[in-house]
């Protein structure tokens, strides 16, 4: 089952960044000396899928490989290896669970199961109306707050296959839920009351 995602449907593609992509584009550039501009590939390529509608036509790598002044098999190389582009059309909105061992052991099974049964798509296929597509993902970063979702550009941490179902029911009526814990959590401070580092200054826990 597939679906969707961009603009583009068959035949090459006119594609040059936008004033407000091409700014950020710039802004990044500045960041790295001038003959080191084939190092800003890979945030170049994340704002020009997301010009694009969620994925990297052959035109599109091509325009920012030329952009950073680099072969173009490279950027394809980039473009291809990594998780975060799609060269080919996918839903609008990424659902991507993470499945690595800390998440596995918190119930990210789960959480893939609750993702498949509410959008009716299996790992790597989009919903019919291009709305979502859905991918599992090695290792988010954020272990201590297990499992987690990432969506589009947020986190949605401490999940459970109850709370992702009310996550993907509010992405379907149009919200954007606030992203983080959905059990409260501050950052990756631990659930409920401290239970270190307890003692006064120059002492130790169990004094």
């Given at each position: ?138 290792c988010l970063g954020a272990c201590a707050n297990a499992p987690i979702v990432w969506i ?56």
């Amino acid at each position: 089952m597939s679906a969707h995602g961009g603009p583009h449907e068959a035949g090459l593609v006119d594609f040059a960044f936008d004033e407000t992509r091409r700014a950020q584009a710039e802004t990044i550039l500045k960041r790295y000396p001038a003959d080191r501009r084939a190092s800003a590939v890979m945030p170049l390529l994340t704002i020009a899928q997301a010009q694009f509608g969620g994925w990297l036509p052959r035109e599109v790598v091509d325009y920012v490989a030329d952009y950073v002044g680099m072969p173009r098999i490279r950027a394809y190389e980039v473009a291809s290896f990594y998780d975060m582009y799609n060269t080919e059309p996918v839903g609008r909105i990424q659902v991507r669970v993470c499945t690595t061992t800390p998440c596995m052991l918190c119930g990210s099974d789960g959480i893939v199961d609750a993702c498949k049964k509410e959008l009716g798509v299996d790992i790597g296929e989009s919903t019919p109306d291009g709305q979502f597509f859905l991918r599992e993902f090695e290792c988010l970063g954020a272990c201590a707050n297990a499992p987690i979702v990432w969506i589009d550009d947020d986190f949605y941490e401490d999940q459970t296959p109850e709370s992702v179902k009310d996550l993907l029911d509010a992405l379907k009526r149009g919200e954007r839920p606030t992203p983080g814990s959905a059990k409260g959590r501050v950052a990756s401070a631990p659930l409920g009351e401290r239970t270190s580092l307890l003692g006064k200054e120059g002492q130790s826990d169990a004094s």
